[in-house]
């Protein structure tokens, strides 16, 4: 069991381009849970898998974002057309099912110039 | 909508000083209540949990009990040192959304920092 892990850890980008982050969970954890934190704040939910299905997105998240899981396995974020707003930390978490606790990524580092 | 707020920081103290970081919270029905620490350079770990009234949570020497009444889970620890120095965030599972559907995403405060000196 090696945690979970997120690529890349730092992403600088210019503005309207679009960028990918992956996500792989735990081995054998069925709830994968995207993130978002902004400096000086505590993370916000951006959206949840419950195997290969996204249960749930927040508002937060815009026709801009996307997220997948193909498999029930890894998951990508993406973000099309980037805004210097979504500069933030975008931070991943794992747990076996929905009553656990929830284990997280180191995260990505976003930059939008 | 669930929400959780957290006493403002930073929060500086001298090394086995007794440390208390407030922490109350906004939710329906009977959320589950943790708090998160995040070291420097390192990510979110979970503390310590609790999931019903009155259960106390604790770990390494830190324990937070879950106060209905008061809609309270305050951190505490009676002697800091200087390697619990970290960013500190309160947070909730709560059990919004139609059927259910929001079981197990997580609330956060804005988070407390901690800075101990020698």
């Known amino acids: 069991d090696t945690g979970v892990s997120q690529d890349p850890r730092h992403k600088i980008t210019k503005r309207g381009q679009n960028v990918t982050f992956r996500c792989d969970p735990i081995s054998e954890h069925n709830r994968l849970y995207w993130y978002r934190q902004t400096l000086g704040q505590g993370p916000e939910f951006l959206t949840y898998?419950?195997?290969?299905?996204?249960?749930?997105k927040s508002r937060l998240l815009s026709d801009r974002f996307s997220a997948e899981r193909p498999k029930g396995s890894f998951s990508t974020l993406e973000i099309q057309r980037t805004e210097q707003g979504d500069s933030a930390m975008y931070l991943c978490a794992s747990s076996p099912n929905w009553a656990d606790t929830q284990y997280f990524g180191p995260g990505t580092r976003l930059t939008v110039l | 909508g669930d929400s959780v707020t957290q006493m403002e920081g930073p929060v500086t103290l001298s090394e086995e000083a007794f440390l208390t970081i407030n922490c109350t919270y906004t939710?329906?029905?009977?959320?589950?209540l943790f708090w998160y620490v995040q070291y420097p350079g390192e990510g979110l770990q979970l503390l310590l949990k609790?999931?019903?009234?009155?259960d106390k949570g604790s770990n390494k020497g830190f324990e937070a009990t879950y106060r209905k009444e008061t809609t309270s889970f305050h951190l505490e620890k009676g002697s800091v040192q200087v390697s619990d120095s970290a960013v500190y965030f309160c947070?909730?599972?709560?059990?919004?959304?139609?059927?259910?559907?929001?079981?197990?995403?997580?609330?956060f405060g804005q988070g407390t920092i901690l800075t101990v000196h020698p």
């Open positions: 947070a909730l599972s709560g059990l919004g959304g139609a059927g259910g559907t929001s079981y197990g995403k997580l609330t």
């Open positions: 939710a329906t029905g009977y959320p589950s």
């Open positions: 898998f419950q195997n290969e299905a996204q249960l749930e």
């Open positions: 609790a999931t019903k009234a009155d």
